[in-house]
């Protein structure tokens, strides 16, 4: 046993938060004497992951809501809690780290009640640290929530809840049993794609593996069927008897729309099917991660993926570099913006560099968020200044207690820069953020490339807001020059929208001293010397090839300024 057993990601240890829901079955005797069995999911909060708390909702009948009895309702707390409203659950309040000199039980219990309207006059305190409060969770559980209903005779129906690859088993399914059993020895069916399967084992984690015979209504285990293909598993999918099945499918869950793009392509273009093996296997774990192949001219072959988040986009990156060891290139994130064409034609753009020719272009439409804040009253003022920096719209100023709860319209490709991140430091750590997507607007977007030498590099290239055009590609172009090596010849950097020049650097040359050998004697030897190296550096800048480092791209994409 360690600490956070149920985070058994490095990643979630290290960072200290969850990033996938881990299940476990636990026996608990009450103190009416009866022994109960719970099956209990943990889930993550962040909002990147929300998919995965949307599903482990749909597998159980009521959700414990843990709140930070120090640092009060956050606004992911909020956004989880409108999940589990829709899923139409019980909610039990509990309020966590009581053992803490700044918790204030009432004043949260107060906050539960004022922001989301939930009756919290009994919610549980509780240290997980020490121990206290944990006991009367457990009645909780088993006194508040509702048992799950279901019919042992009927024809088998379980959700498929999870699926993951491991090298022994093939693909291990986690499943929430519906009605009617899971035998090992039966013959299943995949009611998506009508594939049949025979049951290897059939188990339950406590939190290990344990094998048992069969899976009863209202019970979460997995099962092995010597499956090859993850992509065989869609999460949400209904796994029912082979012969006498059920008719009707569970309704699923609706696929996740990614909202923020970014191209990952290996360092080593020898590594690519590699990656490709790596984003499969991480694509079939997670299923609100897309991906397409894509080629680009300065980085070689490497994929699209879509992601929830830029949290999301930094754990399947690192996931990639850490579970299957291979160095990644990451361009810079996107969204995807609606094009119009002049005929009438719609045209969704993933990559600012593949955008149409301008002369055919009717108009841009980006996509907006609606992002909630929740922030201690002495910090506001700076956030209302960053999100209206960020071309935001205030929808919205409540308070909470000494909280405000800030609600403002944003373009989506301001906040996947490095918004949260400025949020953060604006703020001393003390805001949360959510938001959710709200639809498509028009506004005045250009393209904005990167020449280097005269050629524009794709990779490099952004769709910005016409006013912002000039700052952001004086930064990028300062930058660059720091990051790009000198070499023989002039080399200009410069930012264009169209063909119009909007910033320009230029990095100097190497000079060698070529009169280093002329000592003494004639001005005339040593000016014929120069003359000749002029017109050489001259011809070299126009056939010269600038070689841009991988290391340029990287820190040329992280815009901190």
């Known amino acids: 046993m360690k600490e956070q057993l149920l985070d058994s990601m490095d990643i979630e240890r290290e960072r200290g938060i969850t990033i996938k829901a881990n299940t476990v079955r636990i026996d608990y005797t009450a103190d009416n004497g009866e022994t109960y069995v719970l099956n209990l999911i943990d889930t993550p909060g962040h909002v990147d ?280 290139i990451t361009t810079a994130p996107s969204v995807i913006y609606h094009v119009y064409m002049k005929d009438g034609a719609m045209i969704e753009l993933h990559n600012p560099a593949d955008m149409p020719d301008l002369s055919k272009v009717d108009h841009l439409e980006e996509p907006r968020i609606k992002a909630t804040i929740l922030v201690p009253d002495e910090y506001l003022g700076d956030v209302l200044k960053l999100c209206q920096d960020r071309r935001g719209i205030q929808m919205d100023l409540t308070y909470a207690g000494q909280r405000a709860m800030v609600v403002y319209d944003l373009p989506l490709n301001e906040v996947v820069f490095d918004f949260y991140d400025r949020l953060k430091s604006v703020t001393k750590g003390y805001a949360s953020f959510d938001y959710q997507m709200t639809g498509y607007r028009q506004d005045a977007l250009v393209k904005m490339s990167i020449l280097v030498n005269d050629e524009p590099v794709d990779a490099l290239s952004t769709m910005v807001h016409r006013d912002r055009a000039e700052m952001r590609g004086r930064a990028m172009c300062e930058k660059l020059k720091d990051l790009i090596p000198r070499h023989m010849f002039k080399i200009p950097i410069q930012a264009a929208i169209g063909g119009k020049v909007i910033a320009r650097e230029t990095l100097s040359a190497l000079r060698k001293d070529v009169t280093a050998k002329c000592y003494g004697g004639d001005a005339t030897r040593k000016r014929k010397l120069l003359d000749k190296q002029k017109a050489g550096k001259k011809k070299m800048r126009q056939f010269g090839k600038v070689d841009i480092p991988q290391e340029a791209f990287i820190s040329a994409l992280k815009m901190d300024g």
């Open 49 to 328: 992951f929300a998919y995965e708390v949307s599903r482990s909702m749909r597998a159980v009948e009521g959700s414990l809501l843990v709140v930070d009895s120090t640092q009060g309702v956050e606004a992911q707390t909020l956004a989880n809690v409108y999940q589990a409203i829709d899923a139409d659950h019980e909610i039990v309040p509990v309020l966590n780290k009581i053992d803490l000199p700044a918790s204030d039980c009432d004043r949260v219990a107060e906050q539960i009640e004022d922001v989301i309207g939930i009756d919290a006059s009994d919610a549980i305190r509780v240290s997980a640290k020490t121990g206290q409060g944990i006991h009367e969770t457990l009645e909780a559980i088993v006194h508040k929530l509702p048992a799950p209903q279901g019919t042992l005779d009927a024809p088998l129906k379980a959700m498929l809840v999870d699926s993951w690859y491991d090298a022994y088993l093939g693909v291990i399914v986690l499943v929430r049993i519906m009605d009617g059993t899971l035998k090992k020895g039966m013959r299943v069916k995949f009611m998506s794609n009508g594939t049949l399967h025979h049951v290897d084992r059939v188990g339950v984690f406590r939190p290990q593996m344990q094998m048992i015979n069969s899976l009863g209504p209202g019970e979460i285990g997995f099962l092995t069927a010597s499956i090859k293909q993850v992509r065989d598993t869609r999460v949400g999918d209904t796994i029912t008897n082979d012969r006498n099945g059920t008719e009707v499918a569970l309704p699923g869950f609706k696929p996740a729309q990614p909202v923020v793009f970014c191209g990952l392509f290996p360092v080593d273009s020898a590594e690519f099917e590699d990656l490709r093996d790596a984003i499969e296997k991480l694509a079939l774990n997670d299923a609100s991660f897309s991906y397409e192949m894509e080629t680009s001219a300065a980085l070689g072959f490497g994929f699209r993926c879509g992601f929830l988040g830029l949290l999301h986009l930094e754990v399947i990156r690192d996931r990639i570099e850490r579970e299957y060891d291979i160095d990644l």
